[in-house]
């Protein structure tokens, strides 16, 4: 399905009856690697979950946007085709999670036109890392490189020679990117949430895969300290798409919380 928010086309899938519960993917991703959630919560929840802007079949925005981009994107696009709920859930996955955090973070149950009742994070994103000593000394020889390239004119000159060295020092996500949504990235990954956090003062369940090497469980730990309500269930074994990695035990926690059946 797709609607259109603010001139871009945006691709949904819209499943199941009952209450609204939202799906947000995290970077890099789509929707329809929610594909096991879907049809597990949509037994009982009307399940709703789109490719967010840069993403699987949506458009790209049209400049660099932050997290809060992302949150009014969140907001018009329920706005949008649900304009009569009154509680909506959100679920998100790494970014997606960002996305929840900061908007329950910013915005009042006024301004968003509907309650939050409860929220679940899956390997979420939002805890700034610290940089490791590597990866320190990676960013140094980036700007080292860098500054060489610009100050001898090389970069005027062979303008492709600095997006070549991005990509050499950047992520696979950075990597993998366009100019827009690599500007993105590093507008998003750079934001600390962690002060939002205390704001989520509802039942949050986080769900965490022990070998997530993307957010480590002590990211999950530190949120759960955060948040008055939040618990913390583990998947042992489990990576960083922990919902894929261990889909029965994913749900049966998921199950719980919710309520719903396996």
Do not use: C
């Not at 871009?8 to 995290?26: A, W």
């Not at 789509?30 to 594909?35: M, S």
């Not at 009982?44 to 789109?50: E, F, I, L, S």
């Amino acid at each position: 399905m797709n609607v259109t928010i603010d001139g871009l086309d945006i691709n949904y899938r819209d499943e199941g009856q009952g209450s609204l519960l939202v799906l947000l993917h995290g970077w890099g991703s789509n929707v329809d690697l929610f594909d096991g959630i879907f049809r597990f919560a949509s037994k009982k929840y009307h399940v709703v979950g789109m490719d967010m802007p840069g993403f699987g079949k949506s458009d790209e925005p049209k400049e660099p946007w932050e997290v809060s981009d992302f949150v009014d994107f969140v907001i018009k696009f329920v706005k949008e085709l649900y304009p009569e709920e009154k509680e909506i859930m959100f679920l998100g996955h790494s970014m997606g999670g960002r996305v929840i955090i900061k908007m329950i973070g910013t915005k009042s149950e006024e301004e968003l036109g509907f309650k939050i009742p409860r929220v679940i994070l899956t390997d979420s994103a939002g805890i700034k890392p610290v940089p490791s000593a590597n990866q320190s000394s990676r960013t140094k020889r980036y700007k080292r490189y860098k500054a060489i390239l610009t100050k001898t004119g090389i970069a005027k000159v062979f303008p492709g020679t600095l997006e070549a060295l991005q990509k050499k020092f950047g992520s696979a996500d950075y990597a993998a990117a366009s100019p827009i949504m690599r500007a993105s990235l590093v507008k998003v990954v750079n934001e600390d949430l962690a002060p939002y956090m205390p704001k989520l003062t509802m039942p949050a369940l986080l769900i965490w895969g022990d070998k997530d090497t993307a957010t480590p469980l002590s990211d999950g730990q530190k949120m759960e300290e955060l948040m008055p309500e939040a618990g913390l269930a583990v998947i042992p074994g489990a990576g960083h798409y922990s919902f894929l990695d261990n889909q029965y035990m994913y749900n049966k926690i998921l199950g719980s919380f919710l309520n719903i059946e396996m």
